[in-house]
């Protein structure tokens, strides 16, 4: 996957964390350059589970590989519904899907607005752009 792969169904983070809507529910989960930068996940820890709450801004958890530690922070509010629970016995799925598989949490959007708040996918494609120089 390139690390300037963006999808045109989600919006994303200057983070690198994109946000996808599905019905009521708002899927999260890290950019394929988010991904490149960090090389190979080794550990993804995601500190909430269905019923906690989330802030746009905070941290949810956080994702391990062979070069770093990073937080992993929520693009939008809400009330978590799923976590992907696949990720802690295989953190691999970030590296081979980020965009699918890989996932890490749904979310019930407390406020519509945060969502047309992220950066829509040209703009994200523009900010990969100088982030790459």
């Known amino acids: ?11 994303y983070t200057k983070d690198h964390e994109w946000a996808k809507q599905e019905n009521d529910q708002v899927v999260i ?21 269905p019923g906690d709450t989330i802030t746009a801004g905070k941290a949810f958890g956080t994702i391990e590989s062979v070069k770093t530690l990073s937080d992993l922070f929520a693009p939008v509010s809400g009330k978590v519904a799923r976590v992907n629970a696949d990720l802690e016995s295989r ?43």
């Open 1 to 11: 996957m390139a690390s300037d792969d963006v999808r045109t169904d989600r919006r």
């Open 29 to 49: 989960g890290i950019t394929a350059f988010a991904v490149d930068q960090l090389g190979d996940i080794t550990l993804v820890n995601l500190d909430v589970k």
């Open 91 to 133: 953190p691999e799925l970030v590296n081979e899907d980020c965009y699918g598989k890989a996932w890490m949490i749904e979310v019930t959007l407390s406020d519509q607005g945060e969502l047309g708040a992220l950066l829509e996918p040209a703009a994200y494609a523009e900010l990969l752009k100088t982030a790459a120089h």
